[in-house]
């Protein structure tokens, strides 16, 4: 009842419900129904872009399913671009945790479309968790080890955001031709991802 009620009172805007199941964990933190409302909680705060209630609500969702695999992506996503301690911390134990799921994960059989586009799928997982073990160890102040782990990225699953990554952690390890290199695959690779804002970029910096 008391659930039902914090829901009519939303005016059923994304920005009422947030603050309606807020206050009703705040009121029952004991309810049966926690993981249920944590978890529309979690889906909320990804659409608003929130990144304190992703963390958050994220957090207590890997306290119960601590392989998650999309729910550590957004999560150590947000604590990264949080961008300062404890996230990033929790940002790299995250991201290590997502590449050792990425490496237990079975082999892709056969040679079909199907097996084709799961094999893409997996050294893109590998590629991304390997991106933010990366970027985590960067920001903690570390660059001359972020690169190779960057670059390991780019050569399992090569795209410009790898690509870009490994260029900025060699340029601050002093490793500026190294950098251009990959600064250049990342301007002239095709990926729908990379914006005319980023090759914009990608050319000054060039």
């Known amino acids: 009842e008391a659930l039902r ?25 004991q309810t049966q129904r926690r993981a249920e409302v944590e978890n ?7 659409n608003l872009k929130d990144l304190d209630r992703i963390v958050a609500y994220g957090e207590s969702m890997l306290g119960r399913e601590p392989d998650n695999r999309i729910v550590i992506e957004n999560v150590t996503a947000a604590e990264l671009k949080i961008g ?37 799928d997996d050294e893109r997982s590998k590629a991304r968790a390997l991106l933010y073990v990366a970027r985590a160890t960067g920001l903690l102040g570390k660059p ?27 340029s601050e390890s002093g490793k500026p031709a190294n950098a251009v290199r990959y600064l250049a695959d990342a301007f002239i690779m095709p990926d729908t991802r990379s914006t005319d804002d980023d090759r914009a970029a990608d050319r000054v910096k060039l």
């Not at 001359?144 to 960057?150: K, L, Q, R, S, V």
């Open 40 to 46: 529309v909680l979690f889906r909320s705060a990804l």
């Open 144 to 170: 001359a080890d972020a690169a190779p782990i960057a670059i390991r990225s780019f050569n399992a699953f090569p795209n410009a955001e790898s690509a870009r990554e490994a260029s900025q952690w060699l």
């Open 84 to 120: 300062k301690e404890p996230h990033l911390s929790r940002a790299l134990s995250h991201a290590r945790h997502l590449d050792q799921l990425a490496d237990a994960a079975p082999a892709t059989q056969g040679t079909g479309s199907e097996e084709a586009r799961r094999r893409m």
């Open 5 to 29: 009620r914090a829901l009519s009172d939303s005016n059923n805007s994304p920005q009422g419900y947030i603050r309606e199941w807020d206050a009703f964990l705040r009121k029952y933190p």
